[in-house]
């Protein structure tokens, strides 16, 4: 499979494109706000924080497992690379939630440090970029032979799939249980340590990755356009919390918001693809039904159609009580006018004949009208006695003889039509009642009009016969 055509290899659409830069607009308008107020302090909300990093870690998961399941199923390397990158946030965030000081302990869980929460988030907002700019470069590396280029790809990512949450992992070890052998970025709520010794290697990580993966991508594809916008956030996010400088500062808890915009955004897109795949599978599914059933060369229903449609108008008709009448249509010595003009000839002939007979029960409420096979057409009549069906009949012979489609020259004249019509009627009863089954007697009623079309042809053709 071609890159174009793995999932997720779309061009963005206009409306997509907007969308995102409005998004962008967004995030830097309440940025720059928060930019300039950062420093103010707010009151400490106890439920906030488990709640942002909740949605961090259901949404970076949820992330990661559709990219896996895309990579997986369309074969996309970058996908796979891609659900490595955003396992990494999931992993931090959840093992953030039980450390940092005051969610469920002062100090937090699992032995943690006062330092534990805060390197975590250090990894966390320096890693993920360079990951994502990681996943970037790898599936884009050149390979050995053009032809083993896909295998050699797929092996390659396969072995680096898995980087992400083994980094996650012992950064999260480390973080917890030997946080002593890190220095201190923190003190009572000031982030002045982290400012100045990690402050502009965290925003470059973030501005770097932001700006390689715009140049490397050119944003092309969907998922290209919408982790860009996730990249914007995450940075964003990273220089408020810096310049707030303290926990639960303006800067802080904008930050986090925005922290939250970026691990869903790519969720979202992905939502959102899924759900017009599955419109696409609709309409196929929709578009492949109705091919089943068309006749290709005359766009008439074709015999499957014609056995559904029969089968739903008797057992109608057995229940309301009401006639049910079908015409079988036969083309006179039509075996002639492909041997004397060719098929072309004749598939044109048969296009002709069924636009006639569309055109002549156009009218006629619930008529249908199908390619049986070969040279032979079938009516079904709802609601019609077999008086009315022979005038139908007639109505369509003439109608055919006077349209003029010249015969084979061994016929000579105009090309004409054979019909033969049944009519299926029982009385109105419950169903209980009904000691012979539907199908039967609608079988009888086909065979009844085949016998009246041969009866035609054998008195000569270009006539009509009844049961």
Same mark, same amino acid.
């Given at each position: ?68 399941? @895309? ?146 991508? @050119? ?27 303290? @926990? ?220």
């Amino acid at each position: 499979m071609q890159e174009t055509t793995e999932l997720g290899a779309s061009r963005p659409s206009a409306r997509e494109r907007w969308g995102a830069t409005l998004v962008v607009i967004a995030i830097a308008a309440i940025a720059g706000w928060a930019f300039v107020n950062a420093n103010v302090a707010l009151p400490e909300v106890k439920p906030f924080l488990p709640m942002f990093l909740t949605m961090v870690v259901l949404s970076d998961s949820l992330t990661a497992y559709l990219l896996l399941q @895309r990579a997986r199923i369309g074969g996309e390397a970058f996908s796979g690379m891609l659900a490595s990158a955003y396992a990494f946030p999931a992993i931090i965030a959840a093992v953030q939630l039980p450390t940092f000081p005051g969610v469920f302990s002062a100090t937090g869980l699992l032995g943690a440090s006062s330092q534990t929460a805060v390197w975590l988030w250090t990894f966390w907002h320096a890693g993920y970029p360079l990951l994502i700019l990681f996943a970037l470069l790898v599936t884009r590396l050149p390979t050995q032979h053009p032809a083993h280029r896909r295998a050699q790809r797929a092996g390659r990512v396969s072995a680096l799939r898995w980087i992400g949450p083994v980094l996650a992992a012992g950064v999260a070890l480390v973080c917890v249980r030997q946080s002593d052998l890190l220095p201190p970025l923190i003190r009572e709520g000031q982030y002045g340590n982290l400012v100045h010794a990690l402050g502009v290697p965290a925003i470059g990580a973030n501005l770097i990755g932001l700006i390689a993966y715009v140049s490397v991508t @050119r944003v092309r594809r969907s998922i290209d356009l919408w982790v860009a916008v996730a990249l914007v956030a995450a940075l964003a996010d990273a220089i408020l919390t810096l310049h707030g400088g303290a @926990r639960y500062s303006l800067g802080w808890y904008v930050a986090r918001l925005l922290s939250m915009v970026s691990s869903a955004v790519v969720l979202c897109m992905l939502v959102a693809d899924i759900t017009r795949l599955y419109e696409a599978l609709i309409h196929a599914n929709q578009a492949l039904e109705k091919q089943a059933q068309v006749d290709g060369l005359t766009k008439l229903g074709n015999r499957q159609a014609f056995e559904e449609r029969w089968d739903v108008e008797c057992r109608r008709a057995t229940r309301e009580g009401i006639p049910l009448s079908v015409l079988m249509i036969d083309i006179d010595h039509f075996k002639q006018i492909n041997d004397s003009y060719g098929h072309a000839r004749g598939d044109a002939c048969l296009v002709e004949i069924a636009r006639v007979l569309a055109e002549c029960v156009r009218r006629r409420a619930g008529a249908f009208v199908a390619r049986y096979g070969g040279e032979e057409f079938i009516v079904i009549l709802p609601n019609t006695a077999a008086t009315g069906a022979q005038h139908v009949a007639e109505f369509v012979r003439t109608t055919i003889e006077r349209a003029g489609i010249p015969a084979a020259p061994a016929v000579g004249g105009v090309v004409t039509a054979s019909i033969g019509h049944a009519t299926y009627q029982q009385d109105a009863a419950p169903a209980q009642s009904k000691r012979q089954p539907v199908r039967e007697d609608a079988a009888i009623v086909l065979n009844l009009a085949d016998q009246a079309l041969y009866a035609a042809k054998r008195g000569g053709r270009n006539r009509v016969a009844g049961a």
